[in-house]
């Protein structure tokens, strides 16, 4: 059939061969399903089955793994928890049976100990059975793993007692009962080759709420993913009042119901790409792989930060110390690095250091004190003075204050002392900065000491 397609696409135009695709992958299929349900020309039907290795992929189920089934947009895997219970599990298997729907169950090792035909009835239906634990304890998330063990071995076993031993008809999946995820339980089943299954989306049907509101949240968070794990509870009346219009709405809109089933030595899974396990490839949805990288500038760092001085590296640059050493020339004393004045700078020491009249004033405000230099001002402004005589003025009155008007490199500043540079005239600068910040404020203050 396949050979006859392609015969067939060869000879047609590019067009007809999208619309011959199209009928090949989507459309003929399930037509071919629905005719083959026997008595529902309009079943769902299982759209094709997919073989998965536990020990390739241990954990899936994006509400808590990063991983999950390797399926395309628009399929559905149906699950149902803490089965079997004639009551309701009958009932699911049977609406399940008139769609033609295949789907995973995971058995309670008490309820198959309880009801061994229910378990049985799920493999002659062709659904695929993995285990719950035997008990469904809520506590698997805090058990040792002496406890853990026994859970998981024992459910397996009850189910398998039902089963008459078959291995080959229980599937290694493992749901954690209330989804109680831990390290334990999951290295334990791992170290067994058993598949840890959580869920994409649930339909919170175990909870006390109407058939109606399972429906909704089904239908809303499969449409919310457009593709996934459905968890469901085949023991919930709601359940099975909710199922018929859930896959009857899954058809109507589009979707395919995926039938997963373990590999073995005999059936190898079926290939998949690494990013086929996630349900958004992080090539569509990882934005800052694909934008250029936002550069990280540190701005406040590098100004405060003292340039290194040679010492500081001799550490690590030994060699060049013995080098120069042994070369009798002499140690160098400047750094190799550009060393900018204001960067040795604390930040106090470059604010400008008051006039020398502030000195003279007594006890007073900020607000006296910048009235007084102001006051300065217009006495130096009105002798037409120019700056540097101002200054050199104040030099003359106060010999010591003077010494800090002469650059520091000229005046034989030894390493570590402060540079002290020459405070403008009163700016506004100056008075803006000594009467907003409270460290201006502070240094002001152990400048006001008389001296
Ligand atoms: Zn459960």
Same mark, same amino acid.
């Given at each position: 059939?396949?050979?006859?397609?392609?015969?067939?696409?060869?000879?047609?135009?590019?067009?007809?061969?999208?619309?011959?695709?199209?009928?090949?992958?989507?459309?003929?299929?399930?037509?071919?399903?629905?005719?083959?349900?026997?008595?529902?020309?309009?079943?769902?039907? @299982?759209?094709?089955?997919?073989?998965?290795?536990?020990?390739?992929?241990?954990?899936?189920?994006?509400?808590?793994?990063?991983?999950?089934?390797?399926?395309?947009?628009?399929?559905?895997?149906?699950?149902?928890?803490?089965?079997?219970?004639?009551?309701?599990?009958?009932?699911?298997?049977?609406?399940?049976?008139?769609?033609?729907?295949?789907?995973?169950?995971?058995?309670?090792?008490?309820?198959?100990?309880?009801?061994?035909?229910?378990?049985?009835?799920?493999?002659?239906?062709?659904?695929?059975?993995?285990?719950?634990?035997?008990?469904?304890?809520? /506590?698997?998330?805090?058990?040792?793993?002496?406890?853990?063990?026994?859970?998981?071995?024992?459910?397996?076993?009850?189910?398998?007692?039902?089963?008459?031993?078959?291995?080959?008809?229980?599937?290694?999946?493992?749901?954690?009962?209330?989804?109680?995820?831990?390290?334990?339980?999951?290295?334990?089943?791992?170290?067994?080759?058993?598949?840890?299954?959580?869920?994409?989306?649930?339909?919170?049907?175990?909870?006390?709420?109407?058939?109606?509101?399972?429906?909704?949240?089904?239908?809303?968070?499969?449409?919310?993913?457009?593709?996934?794990?459905?968890?469901?509870?085949?023991?919930?009346?709601?359940?099975?009042?909710?199922?018929?219009?859930?896959?009857?709405?899954?058809?109507?809109?589009?979707?395919?119901?995926?039938?997963?089933?373990?590999?073995?030595?005999?059936?190898?899974?079926?290939?998949?790409?690494?990013?086929?396990?996630?349900?958004?490839?992080?090539?569509? /949805?990882?934005?800052?792989?694909?934008?250029?990288?936002?550069?990280?500038?540190?701005?406040?760092? @590098?100004?405060?930060?003292?340039?290194?001085?040679?010492?500081?590296?001799?550490?690590?640059?030994?060699?060049?110390?013995?080098?120069?050493?042994?070369?009798?020339?002499?140690?160098?004393?400047?750094?190799?690095?550009?060393?900018?004045?204001?960067?040795?700078?604390?930040?106090?020491?470059?604010?400008?250091?008051?006039?020398?009249?502030?000195?003279?004033?007594?006890?007073?405000?900020?607000? @006296?004190?910048?009235?007084?230099?102001?006051?300065?001002?217009?006495?130096?402004?009105?002798?037409?003075?120019?700056?540097?005589?101002?200054?050199?003025?104040?030099?003359?009155?106060?010999?010591?204050?003077?010494?800090?008007?002469?650059?520091?490199?000229?005046?034989?500043?030894?390493?570590?002392?402060?540079?002290?540079?020459?405070?403008?005239?009163?700016?506004?600068?100056?008075?803006?900065?000594?009467?907003?910040?409270?460290?201006?404020?502070?240094?002001?203050?152990?400048?006001?000491?008389?001296?």
């Amino acid at each position: 059939m396949i050979a006859n397609v392609l015969v067939m696409i060869r000879k047609r135009s590019r067009t007809v061969i999208g619309a011959a695709l199209l009928g090949c992958c989507f459309m003929t299929p399930q037509a071919a399903l629905a005719a083959d349900c026997p008595g529902n020309p309009n079943a769902l039907g @299982t759209s094709r089955t997919i073989v998965v290795d536990p020990r390739e992929h241990p954990r899936i189920g994006t509400m808590q793994y990063p991983e999950t089934l390797p399926l395309a947009d628009h399929e559905v895997v149906l699950t149902f928890d803490d089965g079997p219970l004639p009551k309701y599990s009958n009932q699911v298997l049977a609406i399940l049976a008139s769609q033609c729907v295949k789907a995973t169950f995971f058995t309670i090792g008490s309820q198959a100990r309880f009801n061994p035909e229910g378990v049985r009835k799920l493999i002659a239906a062709g659904h695929t059975v993995g285990t719950h634990s035997q008990n469904h304890p809520l /506590t698997m998330n805090k058990m040792p793993l002496e406890k853990v063990r026994q859970e998981v071995d024992d459910g397996i076993a009850s189910t398998l007692a039902a089963l008459n031993g078959d291995k080959s008809k229980l599937a290694p999946f493992f749901r954690i009962p209330g989804l109680m995820r831990a390290e334990i339980p999951e290295a334990y089943l791992a170290s067994q080759g058993i598949q840890v299954w959580s869920a994409d989306f649930p339909a919170d049907d175990w909870r006390h709420i109407s058939p109606q509101r399972v429906y909704d949240l089904a239908i809303q968070r499969i449409e919310a993913k457009h593709k996934g794990i459905l968890l469901l509870h085949d023991i919930q009346p709601r359940t099975v009042a909710a199922l018929p219009r859930i896959l009857n709405t899954l058809r109507e809109r589009g979707y395919r119901i995926v039938h997963v089933v373990p590999a073995t030595a005999d059936r190898p899974a079926t290939p998949t790409q690494p990013q086929q396990w996630f349900m958004h490839p992080p090539t569509e /949805t990882v934005a800052t792989t694909r934008w250029p990288r936002i550069p990280n500038f540190v701005f406040t760092a @590098t100004r405060t930060l003292p340039a290194p001085v040679f010492a500081d590296m001799d550490w690590r640059d030994a060699d060049v110390l013995d080098h120069a050493q042994r070369a009798r020339v002499g140690v160098p004393v400047r750094t190799l690095w550009p060393q900018p004045q204001v960067a040795q700078l604390a930040p106090v020491s470059t604010l400008p250091i008051p006039a020398a009249d502030v000195f003279r004033v007594p006890e007073a405000l900020d607000l @006296t004190l910048l009235a007084a230099r102001s006051a300065t001002n217009r006495r130096v402004a009105a002798a037409g003075a120019p700056r540097a005589q101002a200054i050199s003025a104040r030099q003359a009155r106060h010999p010591k204050q003077a010494a800090h008007q002469v650059p520091a490199a000229a005046h034989g500043r030894s390493r570590g002392a402060p540079l002290h540079v020459a405070p403008p005239a009163a700016s506004n600068a100056a008075v803006h900065v000594a009467k907003r910040t409270p460290r201006a404020e502070a240094s002001a203050a152990g400048k006001r000491v008389p001296d």
